[in-house]
Nanobody, 125 residues
Framework: GGQLVESGGGSVQAGGSLRLSCVAPGHIYRNNCMGWFRQAPGKKREGVAS????????FYADSVKGRFTISQDNAKNTVYLQMNNLNAEDAAMYYCAADVCWEILTMSTRENTYWGQGTQVTVDS
């Protein structure tokens, strides 16, 4: 992993907001769909949100629907995750991922998936 670069994590009070960013190399961004995954200590990694290319259709885990918004800026090779009304269950390491659309858009990953190093989100209740 590490070809994608995440930023924007941090510590926030319950009910607060954070915006994560992920920049990808151009050839990876253009040829793949992008998504966000998270993993909390002792838990399995789970898909959070993904976004299609070129249409921009978005997909969300049930646990974040209505609170999180994924978006992309094709001019900047960047995908964002706006997270509102954060709660303790959202605390995790958040990872950006890129892969073929039929994997990422179903929140699936495989050996060839591109990953970032992760950005930590902490929620103080």
């Amino acid at each position: 992993g590490g070809q994608l670069v995440e930023s924007g994590g941090g510590s926030v009070q319950a009910g607060g907001s954070l915006r994560l960013s992920c920049v990808a190399p151009g050839h990876i961004y253009r040829n793949n769909c992008m998504g966000w995954f998270r993993q909390a200590p002792g838990k399995k990694r789970e898909g959070v949100a993904s976004i299609a290319k070129p249409g921009g259709q978005t997909f969300y885990a049930d646990s974040v629907k209505g609170r999180f918004t994924i978006s992309q800026d094709n001019a900047k090779n960047t995908v964002y995750l706006q997270m509102n009304n954060l709660n303790a269950e959202d605390a995790a390491m958040y990872y950006c991922a890129a892969d073929v659309c039929w994997e990422i858009l179903t929140m699936s990953t495989r050996e060839n998936t591109y990953w970032g190093q992760g950005t930590q989100v902490t929620v103080d209740s």
